[in-house]
C-alpha cells in the first residue's frame, strides 16, 4: 500500500479526525483572549454571523418589550420598524470587526482573562431563554427558537482581563466544527450601579 493508500485508509477510519474538547466558559475566555491578542481577523473568525443576525434583531424586539427599560427615541423608532428580518452577515462582520478596538482590545489589553458571570443585569439577561410574547410578529419565532437552541447548547459568558479595562459579555454556543462552538454576540458589561 502506498502513501496514498494509507491516508486514504486513516482517513475512511477517522483517524485523521479529532473531536474538538468540549466547551466550557474558561475556554471560551481563553480563546477569545488569544484570538484577540493575535489579529482582528482571528477575533472575527470566531463569531457566526448568520446567527449574530438573528440574535441581534430579536434582542431589539425584546428590549423593545422591555428587557431594556431606557430606549432613547431613535432606538425606540428603529426597533418598532423592525420586522424580524435578521441583518445580514456582512453587516454584523462589519460591526463586529468595528468593536475589536473599543471592547475586544480595550477589555483583554494584554491579556489575563478569565471567565465568570456577566456583572450587568443586560449581561447576566443575555443568557436567558427568550419566552413568547404577545403581539410580535411571526419571523421572530424562529429567531427565537434558534436563540434558545443555542442558549440550551452554550449560554453567556462575562470576560474580564488583569491586563485590560471594562468587561464583556459574550454568548456562544457549542457547534461541530473544529473549534467546538462559535461566537453569538458580544456586548459591553458594566457592573450596573
Given amino acids: 500500500?502506498?502513501?496514498?493508500?494509507?491516508?486514504?485508509?486513516?482517513?475512511?477510519?477517522?483517524?485523521?479526525?479529532?473531536?474538538?474538547?468540549?466547551?466550557?466558559?474558561?475556554?471560551?475566555?481563553?480563546d477569545f483572549e488569544r484570538?484577540?491578542?493575535t489579529s482582528k481577523d482571528a477575533y472575527v473568525d470566531l463569531f457566526d454571523f448568520s446567527a449574530v443576525g438573528e440574535?441581534?434583531?430579536?434582542?431589539?424586539?425584546y428590549d423593545l418589550l422591555g428587557r431594556f427599560p431606557d430606549l432613547d427615541?431613535?432606538?425606540?423608532?428603529?426597533?418598532?420598524?423592525?420586522?424580524?428580518?435578521?441583518?445580514?452577515?456582512?453587516?454584523e462582520r462589519r460591526n463586529v470587526g468595528n468593536f475589536y478596538p473599543i471592547l475586544a482590545q480595550r477589555t483583554v489589553g494584554t491579556g489575563g482573562c478569565t471567565?465568570?458571570?456577566?456583572r450587568s443585569r443586560y449581561g447576566k439577561l443575555l443568557g436567558k431563554p427568550f419566552e413568547p410574547a404577545s403581539?410580535?410578529?411571526?419571523?421572530?419565532?424562529?429567531?427565537?427558537?434558534?436563540?434558545?437552541?443555542?442558549?440550551?447548547?452554550?449560554?453567556v459568558v462575562g470576560i474580564r482581563c488583569t491586563g485590560g479595562k471594562g468587561?464583556?459579555?459574550i454568548v456562544w454556543t457549542a457547534r461541530d466544527n473544529?473549534?467546538?462552538?462559535?461566537?453569538?454576540?458580544?456586548?459591553?458589561?458594566?457592573?450596573?450601579?
Wanted: glycine letters at 12%.
Fill in 1 to 30: 500500500m502506498g502513501a496514498r493508500g494509507l491516508i486514504v485508509l486513516v482517513a475512511a477510519c477517522g483517524g485523521a479526525q479529532h473531536a474538538a474538547p468540549a466547551p466550557t466558559i474558561d475556554r471560551v475566555a481563553s
Fill in 35 to 37: 484570538a484577540v491578542l
Fill in 55 to 61: 440574535y441581534e434583531i430579536l434582542l431589539h424586539r
Fill in 73 to 91: 427615541d431613535a432606538h425606540l423608532a428603529q426597533y418598532k420598524g423592525e420586522d424580524g428580518t435578521p441583518y445580514p452577515p456582512t453587516r
Fill in 115 to 118: 471567565a465568570g458571570e456577566p
Fill in 135 to 155: 403581539g410580535v410578529p411571526v419571523k421572530y419565532e424562529k429567531l427565537r427558537t434558534d436563540a434558545n437552541a443555542w442558549l440550551a447548547r452554550g449560554g
Fill in 167 to 169: 468587561g464583556l459579555a
Fill in 178 to 193: 473544529a473549534r467546538g462552538y462559535d461566537l453569538i454576540t458580544i456586548y459591553d458589561d458594566v457592573a450596573d450601579e
